[in-house]
Nanobody, 114 residues
Framework: QVQLVESGGGLVQPGGSLRLSCAAS????????MAWYRQTPGKERELVAG??????NYADSVQGRFTISRDSAKNTLYLQMNSLKPEDTAVYYC?????????WGRGTQVTVSS
């Protein structure tokens, strides 16, 4: 009974920035991992950035441009995206793992275009 709601997506020009938010509610005690994924039509969903304990990992394609963070008091996960490229266009999904169960948000669209 975990709910995740993403927000902050939209249309941005190449080189611009967006900040995605993921608000979590429900039975969210004991989160093991949390992450952002993205997916485009015809492609597999890919890991963009993740937090596991104190370890943070990024996809090579976003390293140095994206930053994942969390605000425990607000039960919110963030993804700051800078220097956006057209290839970053995708639906971005929030994910958390509690024990062996993964929970997903419905996604937020990010479109990078002139």
């Amino acid at each position: 009974q975990v709910q995740l709601v993403e927000s902050g997506g939209g249309l941005v020009q190449p080189g611009g920035s967006l900040r995605l938010s993921c608000a979590a509610s429900g039975s969210i005690v004991g989160i093991n991992d949390m992450a952002w994924y993205r997916q485009t039509p015809g492609k597999e969903r890919e890991l963009v950035a993740g937090i596991s304990g104190s370890s943070i990992n990024y996809a090579d394609s976003v390293q140095g441009r994206f930053t994942i963070s969390r605000d425990s008091a607000k039960n919110t996960l963030y993804l700051q995206m800078n220097s956006l490229k057209p290839e970053d266009t995708a639906v971005y999904y929030c994910n958390v793992r509690i024990i062996w169960t993964h929970y997903w948000g419905r996604g937020t669209q990010v479109t990078v275009s002139s």
